[in-house]
């Protein structure tokens, strides 16, 4: 009897394993598994049909990746690695036992972190097809257009949050989970950076900022309220609206330049 339960439990196991395995569809002659849809779900929290947007977008960027012979090695890698560590004050043996506290392997992030660098590369050569308009014309046009994206609020009530380790100010970015004592703030253009009033102004109630570099160590704003808003001449702002008008420019190439390529990709089903 325990024999034949070993095998049945044996042969389930084995049942398993194939079915998590096996392919579930086909993008440009790259698969996409089961166990890779249902990791996708897991890792993001999205429902299945979010998961398979995102897996195909992936193996259509890895299609074109291999077309432009786009390659990262391991001194590139490292030499990355060792930049992102500096600018976020913190070393090798930091990073990889925060690592470990999230359960998470570093030779994981290493190849998550290499797929970011290759994608980089991958947008840099195709911008290299684009016709950026770069004219104070166009950037006039683009300010016109977009006025609010521009906008000041003179007054803006805050909570701060203060760390040493950004990954704590992101994980309540996501979760929106407080998990230790915030200060309020009311800041205004007496007592606040403009640059900081111009980033918060164009985050919306109860969001919050990116996570910010500060004297002792990190920041997340969370904006509660916004008074006071002033929309400044082009001049005031000439430069922020050229960068804006670039930036938005190169983004629609690369969209247009994927949908596109999901248009014609040769997709086949199979389970």
Known sequence: ????????IFLSNILYANTINAISMIVDKEPI???EIQQTMKKLNIPRNQALII????????????????????????????????????SLEQFKKELK??????????????KDLEKRKLYEQILTMAKIDYSEAGAKNFFEMHKSEFSIF????????NS?????LEEIKKSHKISFKRKQAHLNISNADPRLLALLSQININDFSPVLNSKNGY?????????????????????????AYI???????IQDYFEKLRSKANIEYIR
């Open 1 to 8: 009897m325990k024999k034949i339960l070993a095998t049945c």
């Open 33 to 35: 598994t089961l166990y």
């Open 55 to 90: 897996l195909v977008n992936e193996k259509i960027e890895q299609a074109q990746i291999k077309k432009f012979g786009i390659a990262i090695n391991e001194i590139d890698l490292e030499n990355s690695i060792d930049r992102m560590l500096e600018q976020n004050r913190i």
């Open 101 to 114: 506290n999230k359960n998470q392997s570093f030779e994981i992030f290493k190849q998550d972190f290499k």
């Open 154 to 161: 003179t007054e803006i009530d805050v909570n701060i949050y």
């Open 164 to 168: 040493n380790d950004p990954a704590i």
């Open 219 to 243: 920041e997340l704003y969370e904006v509660k309220d916004k008074r006071g808003e002033q929309t400044p001449e082009f001049d005031e702002v000439k430069n922020e609206v050229l960068n």
């Open 247 to 253: 930036n938005k420019q190169k983004q629609n190439f």
